[in-house]
């Protein structure tokens, strides 16, 4: 009898030891993997990049909405990793979402890029600008990012020239997801990477 409740103890490790614990990786080389959800779009995972391009009846049926990838992990302190590669886009957006909404959102357009918190206020779940000067949309280069929630305080870099710190209590509420999505043309994704801190 003992040996059986130590063979299940055994056999729960890893599927109780998550994101929080070790970390997450997604090489991008199997089409399904589990906290991953690709949506929206017809996307290609193989050889280490996820590709997708927008499909016009698609953004039209989701609201103007482009193809989006969600990572279903739950978190807190976190840093993420990933190299995006955008052709003809005119918007990138990465975003920690909560049980209550957005927690944090990364906007890249061509001219109002902005980092944004969230609040509840007057009944509303509100977006808060944080920063303005986050880099455009920039397309036809892999770029690399780096986005840091510790606390009250969030760490973006985007390429080698931006570095933002910026501060707010809301998004130090957990989160149940991220996602990358954008709008209008290609986009290619890789090493992505899920660090607990």
């Known amino acids: 009898m003992r040996a059986s409740i130590l063979l299940l103890a055994a056999l729960a490790l890893p599927l109780s030891a998550g994101p929080k614990d070790a970390g997450f990786t997604d090489s991008f080389h199997s089409p399904t993997m589990a906290n991953r959800r690709l949506e929206r779009g017809d996307w290609r995972v193989a050889n280490g990049v996820a590709r997708v391009s927008q499909d016009d009846a698609l953004y039209k049926k989701y ?23 955008l ?22 357009n061509p001219d109002n890029s902005a980092l944004l918190a969230f609040e509840d206020k007057d009944g509303k779940h509100s977006p808060l600008r944080l920063d303005t000067s986050a880099p455009h949309v920039d397309n036809g280069e892999w ?55």
Do not use: C
């Open 87 to 108: 052709e003809d886009a005119k918007r990138f957006v990465f975003t920690f979402n909560g049980n209550g909404g957005h927690v944090f959102r990364l906007l890249q």
């Open 143 to 197: 770029i690399p990012y780096s986005i840091e929630i510790q606390g009250e305080t969030a760490k973006v870099s985007i390429g080698d020239a931006y570095r933002k710190s910026v501060r707010h209590p809301s998004l130090a509420a957990p989160k149940t997801n991220l996602s990358l999505s954008f709008h209008y043309g290609e986009l290619e994704v890789r090493n992505l990477h899920v660090e607990p801190l």
């Open 63 to 85: 609201k103007n909405h482009g193809p989006i990838v969600f990572y279903d992990l739950p978190m807190r302190d976190v840093r993420v990793r990933f190299e995006v590669k």
